[in-house]
């Protein structure tokens, strides 16, 4: 058995309880032990990922117990993508937090490994209960490090992040409850087999349960009409906390992606296809509203909030056809619009700390102090973000738009994805426009009337406090350059997601072939 799947849970794990038990220790020794326990994370997932790419699918069976009884981690090239973006973006946020933003409140580092814990607990687990475990791992630290720092908009954010949340839990445990009345296990591989052979009589309490689940991963992902609480949750946290909470949404994606075809996938028998028809048209609506959001919007970080929208309507809208290269196509999309988006919320951060008055809000204000060195990242980001070329988010849109050409709801799809980019696009120059050339005082008495300097008092950033904004921002000329080895990596593993019983056997063994054979698999 490979131990080291185990270690992106146990590493943060004991990091944040020696953190909280060591509370008083000086905030030095905890940013030296987070980023070193960080670094190594992202060693290990890299590790991992080489692993998944190179061999089978692997399980790892805690306490030698075998599944279904036992729970298990399974390690297959989805999981080890969505854990090796979720270490390097920690890693990359967590060194921007220790600018500052990691002393706005007490047990920040604390709560970032028990955060990893969470995130990287859902990833990897096959068991459905303990899912719905992890979730609430993630929540908990998520609700404490969103209110990080304190002030009434954050403070009323949370809130409705908070009880949404809340809500979403009991759903969950209802779902997973129906679920496991019927089929009487949690473990997904076995969940997947026994649906295939459910009868008829059982088809409302599984499309009950299917549809159940689907609402708390619609939540989790920011769907219509459950993604109000994104936009002011993520546009008033602090910088770095925003930048991780981008894989957020990624992790209910993950779980649509996940739970949609492997169990309730075209071998779920009488519920075959459940979500089929509900996923498109409201990953589509989301996507035009998330635009419309980011147009109205007058502020930079709840501009870049809604942006987060609109990836996921894109990102589910593709994903929603089911078809092999289209959900390859979408995990190209994946590491750009979460790196990009993570990136320019820390940008505009750096941005609001030198406009003094009217900070993120987009409105006039002095100019920035340093116009040269955020003004850059403000344009790679923008046009990273906007989908424009030759930057990875023109490309991986590209791909989908042409991966779902033959789908019936194709016209639909790139009409409403390319209305939506124009939408981000001007959202996004028009932010940039107000920031950068329209300030203060305006010009009243010709060009050279007057001399416009920027606030006496604002900070000044070395490149090295701007160093994470940017390695964020250039993984998306790097994408494009690896854009080859990236969609062979995607293909194989749309793949793979699309071939359960790849799962189901590597999860249950020799025990699960007969089963399988009555599905179709016996090959």
């Known amino acids: 058995?490979?131990?080291?799947?185990?270690?992106?849970?146990?590493?943060?794990?004991?990091?944040?309880?020696?953190?909280?038990?060591?509370?008083?220790?000086?905030?030095?020794?905890?940013?030296?032990?987070?980023?070193?326990?960080?670094?190594?994370?992202?060693?290990?997932?890299?590790?991992?990922?080489?692993?998944?790419?190179?061999?089978?699918?692997?399980?790892?069976?805690?306490?030698?117990?075998?599944?279904?009884?036992?729970?298990?981690?399974?390690?297959?090239?989805?999981?080890?993508l969505m854990i090796l973006m979720t270490s390097i973006l920690a890693f990359v946020a967590l060194l921007y937090a220790?600018?500052?933003?990691?002393?706005?409140g007490v047990n920040f580092h604390a709560l970032f490994q028990f955060q990893l814990l969470g995130i990287g607990g859902a990833f990897l687990t096959g068991d459905i209960f303990n899912l719905f475990v992890f979730f609430e791992i993630m929540l908990l630290a998520s609700y404490a490090l969103l209110l990080h720092g304190g002030g009434k908009k954050r403070t009323s954010a949370g809130l409705h992040y908070v009880v949404l949340n809340l809500l979403g839990s009991s759903l969950f445990l209802i779902g997973v409850g129906v679920l496991y009345s019927v089929l009487g296990s949690l473990n997904m591989a076995d969940l997947a087999l026994r649906i295939g052979m459910a009868s008829e009589e059982n088809r409302a309490l599984l499309m009950a349960s299917a549809l159940i689940l689907f609402t708390v991963f619609a939540l989790k992902a920011a769907l219509l009409p459950l993604y109000f609480w994104l936009p002011s949750a993520y546009g008033t946290t602090s910088a770095?906390?925003?930048?991780l909470f981008a894989i957020m949404t990624k992790v209910g994606i993950y779980v649509i992606l996940r739970v949609y075809t492997l169990i309730f996938g075209e071998h779920a028998g009488v519920v075959a296809g459940v979500i089929d028809p509900w996923l498109i048209p409201v990953a589509l609506i989301t996507l035009i509203l998330g635009a419309i959001g980011a147009l109205a919007s007058r502020d930079l970080r709840?501009?870049?909030?809604?942006?987060?929208?609109?990836?996921?309507?894109?990102?589910?809208?593709?994903?929603?056809?089911?078809?092999?290269?289209?959900?390859?196509?979408?995990?190209?999309?994946?590491?750009?619009?979460?790196?990009?988006?993570?990136?320019?919320?820390?940008?505009?951060?750096?941005?609001?700390?030198?406009?003094?008055?009217?900070?993120?809000?987009?409105?006039?204000?002095?100019p920035v102090a340093q116009p040269r060195l955020l003004g850059l990242l403000f344009f790679a980001g923008a046009v990273a973000i906007a989908g424009l070329p030759p930057l990875s988010g023109f490309v991986a849109k590209a791909m989908m738009l042409i991966a779902v050409q033959s789908h019936l709801a194709a016209p639909w799809i790139w009409a409403i994805i390319?209305?939506?980019?124009?939408?981000?696009?001007?959202?996004?120059?028009?932010?940039?426009?107000?920031?950068?050339?329209?300030?203060?005082?305006?010009?009243?008495?010709?060009?050279?009337?007057?001399?416009?300097?920027?606030?006496?008092?604002?900070?000044?950033?070395?490149?090295?406090?701007?160093?994470?904004?940017?390695?964020?921002?250039?993984?998306?000329?790097l994408l494009v350059i690896f854009a080859g080895a990236l969609s062979e990596f995607a293909t194989v593993t749309a793949a793979q997601i699309m071939n359960p019983l790849e799962y189901i056997r590597a999860v249950l063994g020799n025990d699960a072939n007969f089963a399988v054979a009555t599905l179709g698999g016996a090959s």
């Not at 220790?98 to 706005?104: A, I, P, V």
């Not at 770095?240 to 930048?243: G, I, T």
């Not at 120059?429 to 007057?450: C, H, M, Q, T």
Request: neutral net charge; aromatic residues 8%.
């Open 418 to 477: 390319l209305v939506a980019g124009l939408f981000g696009l001007i959202a996004i120059g028009r932010a940039g426009s107000v920031i950068f050339w329209k300030i203060l005082p305006f010009d009243e008495g010709g060009k050279d009337g007057y001399t416009k300097v920027p606030y006496a008092d604002a900070p000044r950033f070395s490149a090295g406090y701007a160093a994470p904004a940017l390695v964020l921002i250039i993984i998306s000329p």
């Open 240 to 243: 770095p906390v925003a930048a």
């Open 98 to 104: 220790t600018r500052g933003g990691d002393t706005l």
């Open 302 to 366: 709840t501009t870049i909030a809604y942006l987060v929208v609109v990836s996921v309507g894109t990102l589910l809208a593709v994903i929603g056809t089911f078809d092999q290269a289209a959900i390859a196509a979408a995990i190209v999309y994946l590491p750009h619009t979460t790196f990009v988006t993570a990136g320019m919320f820390l940008i505009a951060d750096m941005i609001q700390q030198q406009r003094l008055t009217e900070r993120s809000g987009l409105r006039p204000d002095l």
């Open 1 to 80: 058995m490979n131990h080291l799947i185990i270690l992106p849970l146990v590493l943060p794990l004991l990091l944040g309880a020696v953190m909280t038990i060591c509370a008083k220790q000086s905030i030095q020794w905890h940013r030296s032990l987070g980023l070193l326990g960080t670094a190594a994370l992202v060693v290990i997932t890299l590790a991992l990922f080489v692993q998944a790419i190179s061999g089978p699918i692997q399980v790892y069976v805690l306490g030698n117990w075998l599944p279904p009884f036992g729970i298990v981690l399974v390690l297959d090239r989805l999981s080890a």
